[in-house]
């Protein structure tokens, strides 16, 4: 397998429930929805001091770069993806590869000079075949690129193996028969989103419309990464998904590079796949603060965190909030929390996040497609609507407590789930008194603050009528103390 630069680098990858990309020419570097930590290095160098990099699923990066200043190397990922692929401090890292659902290939220097290669596709049905593929007898020098797709998904190429050298599990027809057909150096497939660089340079795509025209710039031969006096390598990328079919083909084809699998589908609301990924440590800092200092309800016993996710709605979902906020005079946006029931323990951990078939599941419900005011009030163990039917939420953690349940495949789980939400009060009306028939907000007011009564409450309630004025922005998984 040829080690020549390559033409261009482009990697897909996913972020806040939403396609994030970085190109890579001569032209620079253009990327789309990446993590802040990212693009701040990404600012502060040139296209020529960047080596690799990869994007993954739920914000997962890698980022292997020269320092503008000595050119030495450095690394940057989140901390999650270094406790994920367990890299030892001594060891130097040459490239990584993303997985779904904490899956990962690697390769690395250890500090006796000797290249290794790390790995884990536990759980997948292809598990022994990837092993005994992706860590060779040979070492590194022996694999030519490895690509993950969705668990049982992927493809590898072997430098030694002339008449086998690409081995291919779970791909399409139509992804088996374009490898089989073209002499292509990279592929990024998914369902609705591909990209095909050929050896001579020349790119067939199918992008989103609005990122077509950003991307598209960069494929030109005169902007080729062998233009730039680069140390740069061929590197492995992913993307979003391809659905796996269940069979295993060996094929020899005209040279492949490099080619890449997607890891997380782009956001389907009626998926089982759940749209939550695990907060960054800064993130469950700020959260679990938030939640302790807002547990003022002085008869319960105090509670821990134990798990913040990030809860990534589908644009579809979210452009009727943005909507509405942009209607508001003052859109008065307030991080308010939400408990309801739970009939199964997602969030419990995080390997258990998939949503449950449950149709009395709240939380897997709002998750799906967020909140129906038209759900309030139906559960069997629902408390009186004290201003009508809304959507209800408090400034108070324990307040929303008092409304979690735990039912049927959770009832034995010590973890309780609220959400916390982004709410649009807009101009909302203090009420003192209960009105149990409102069905909308008084005239020329969009939300009612129940004001506490000190006989039956200890915090006010927030509510609103519109099912476009709140959004799950996380789910808090926690316990008694």
């Not at 296209?47 to 450095?74: H, Q, T, W």
């Not at 308010?336 to 199964?344: A, E, Q, S």
């Not at 709240?362 to 909140?371: A, D, F, G, K, P």
Request: proline share 7%.
């Amino acid at each position: 397998m040829s080690s020549s630069r390559p033409h261009y680098r482009l990697s897909f990858g996913e972020h806040l429930g939403q396609l994030s990309y970085i190109v890579q020419s001569a032209k620079g570097l253009e990327s789309h929805n990446i993590p802040p930590s990212l693009q701040q290095v990404l600012r502060r160098i040139s296209v020529s001091n960047v080596i690799d990099f990869a994007l993954g699923p739920a914000g997962y990066y890698f980022l292997k770069y020269r320092e503008p200043k000595d050119g030495s190397i450095a690394y940057t990922a989140p901390e999650s993806v270094w406790k994920l692929v367990r890299q030892l401090p001594s060891h130097r890292v040459e490239r990584v590869v993303f997985g779904a659902k904490g899956q990962y290939w690697t390769t690395s220097v250890d500090s006796k000079g000797r290249r290794i290669i790390t790995c884990n596709v536990s759980g997948s049905a292809s598990e022994a075949s990837f092993q005994a593929l992706s860590c060779p007898s040979g070492g590194p020098s022996s694999v030519g690129f490895v690509a993950m797709g969705p668990p049982g998904t992927f493809v590898f190429s072997s430098t030694t193996n002339v008449d086998e050298p690409y081995t291919m599990e779970g791909l399409s027809y139509d992804l088996w028969r374009t490898i089989s057909v073209a002499a292509m150096k990279k592929v990024k497939i998914d369902k609705d989103i591909w990209c095909i660089i050929f050896d001579n340079g020349k790119v067939k795509c199918r992008l989103p419309s609005e990122h077509e025209p950003a991307i598209m710039a960069h494929f030109n031969l005169s902007l080729s990464l062998r233009n730039l006096p680069s140390h740069a390598r061929d590197t492995e990328t992913i993307t979003p998904p391809t659905p796996p079919p269940s069979q295993v083909s060996t094929h020899q084809s005209r040279p492949l590079r490099r080619l890449a699998l997607s890891t997380t589908p782009l956001l389907v609301t009626n998926a089982r796949h759940v749209p939550l990924s695990p907060a960054s440590e800064a993130q469950f800092t700020e959260v679990s603060k938030l939640f302790q200092k807002a547990w003022r309800n002085p008869f319960r016993d105090q509670h821990v965190v134990q798990h913040v996710y990030l809860v990534h709605m589908d644009a579809r979902i979210m452009a009727p909030y943005q909507s509405y906020r942009k209607k508001q005079p003052a859109a008065n946006e307030h991080r308010l929390f939400h408990g309801t029931r739970r009939y199964c323990t997602i969030g419990d951990n995080e390997t258990s996040l998939n949503l449950c078939d449950e149709k009395h599941c709240s939380v897997c419900m709002i998750l799906r497609s967020s909140y129906k005011v038209e759900k309030a009030g139906t559960r069997p163990e629902s408390k009186r609507l004290r201003w009508g039917r809304g959507i209800y939420t408090s400034t108070a953690s324990s307040k929303a407590h008092d409304y979690c349940f735990n039912k049927g495949g959770a009832a034995k789980s010590k973890c309780r789930a609220v959400f916390l939400n982004s709410v649009i009060l807009g101009q909302p009306m203090q009420l003192q008194d209960e009105d149990h028939k409102l069905q909308k907000p008084p005239e020329s007011y969009n939300s009612v603050i129940g004001r506490k009564n000190p006989e039956l409450d200890y915090e006010d309630a927030y509510v609103v009528y519109n099912n476009d004025a709140i959004r799950p922005t996380h789910l808090v998984v926690y316990r008694r103390a």
